[in-house]
């Protein structure tokens, strides 16, 4: 997981390829950045950090964000004026260890959306501004408060700045999207560690299909290392099926981070799908 995220984060714009290959795992490296067993904490612990976190964070320390802790499960309530200032709130929920899930209830405000030309003209103005974007050739297309962006762009890390862009924009209450990634190489790392990764048999597939590297026995027993040798899921109950090339996690994880990597791994490892089949839940739930 770690080599994965190094290469994703070496896509900045301007780079045409990254070469990896120089870059080895060493299982031996990893026990000094395992996480140590630390107290659980409690709903009221949660609920401290969680408020403090918020009130520190100037994206969203103006808003009056109400926050209830009910054992490992966060609900967030209130008003905010951006989809980037709901977004953040729960990124820094789910970034406390203990928390299970986030239930982001926060409302937009205003919650009547701007005119769609006001709204596609704000768009647009917002890329023109930005150094990156400028000059992509970048669709806009809006629709009662839906921002639906097409074209291409170089980098995955130009697609999510796209997104991130939008969501600072008031009158935004949804965003499609849709721009392709000009680099194969670098559309394959797009989900990063901000992926959606959701129980449920979500399938993540990368950008462009490739060969399983060996048979469905030798990817499990890669992804099984990869796990095993992780910094980011010790502790974890993790079950590893892989079917054609497409691996099926099943089990449970402590932390939405745990989740992330672990995905992470079976990509690792040579899926060439991940079925995520992973619930999250504290291995020692707080309590009240």
Known sequence: ?????????????????????????????????????????????????????????????????????????????????????????????????????????????????????????????????????????????????????GGKVDSAYEKDLAADIVSGIKGVVTIANSLEVASPAAAEFEEGFDIEARPGGVEIEPAQPRAPLGGDGAIREAIERELRSSPFVRGSRINVHVKDGVATLTGVVSSHHALQAAIANAREGGAIGVRNNVHVAPLNPAVP
């Open 1 to 149: 997981a770690e080599k994965v995220r190094a290469t994703a984060l070496a896509w900045v714009p301007g780079v045409q390829a990254v070469e990896a290959d120089a870059l080895t795992v060493d299982p031996q490296l990893t026990d000094d950045m395992r996480a140590q067993p630390r107290p659980n904490p409690t709903a009221a612990d949660l609920q401290r950090s969680l408020v403090a976190a918020l009130r520190l964070d100037p994206r969203v320390s103006s808003f009056k964000i109400d926050v209830d802790v009910t054992g490992s499960v966060v609900k967030l309530s209130g008003l905010v004026d951006t989809l980037r200032a709901k977004h953040t709130a729960e990124r820094l929920a789910r970034g406390l260890v203990g928390v299970s899930e986030v239930r982001n209830e926060l409302r937009l405000h205003p919650e009547t959306p701007k005119p769609n030309a006001n709204l596609g003209d704000d768009v647009r103005a917002a890329f023109a501004r930005d150094a990156v974007l400028a000059d992509d050739q970048i669709t806009v297309s809006t629709g009662a408060g839906i921002v639906t962006l």
